[in-house]
Nanobody, 115 residues
Framework: QVQLVESGGGLVQAGGSLNLSCVGP????????MGWFRQAPGKQRELVAT???????DYGDSVKGRFTISRGAARNMVYLQMNSLLPEDTAVYYC?????????WGQGTQVTVSS
């Protein structure tokens, strides 16, 4: 069973920073894409950022220049550094893994940005 475990969410004031972490399975395939998506109440889940096993990155338009995705020393870890947070960044953030034609999700971590 593939599990993704997120951590690092919480409450922060606008303009502040948070760092999210996600640990994937130790058996993660060499070729994969890991990333973060978010879902705010009443809205569809949207892309935040993804990173391939070759370190190619993609960002949602609303977070470009403020968020940075990176891989850990272990290939099953991914981080999301979030700076200059805005109230509209408030959402549940989900870790995502795509490998071997399948997709997996974490349970999500709440990020709340107060104005």
């Amino acid at each position: 069973q593939v599990q993704l475990v997120e951590s690092g969410g919480g409450l922060v004031q606008a303009g502040g920073s948070l760092n999210l972490s996600c640990v994937g399975p130790e058996s993660i395939f060499v070729i994969n894409v890991m990333g973060w998506f978010r879902q705010a109440p009443g809205k569809q889940r949207e892309l935040v950022a993804t990173i391939t096993s070759g370190a190619s990155r993609d960002y949602g338009d609303s977070v470009k220049g403020r968020f940075t995705i990176s891989r850990g020393a272990a290939r099953n870890m991914v981080y999301l550094q979030m700076n200059s947070l805005l109230p509209e960044d408030t959402a549940v953030y989900y870790c995502n893994l795509r490998q071997l034609g399948r997709e997996y999700w974490g349970q999500g971590t709440q990020v709340t940005v107060s104005s």
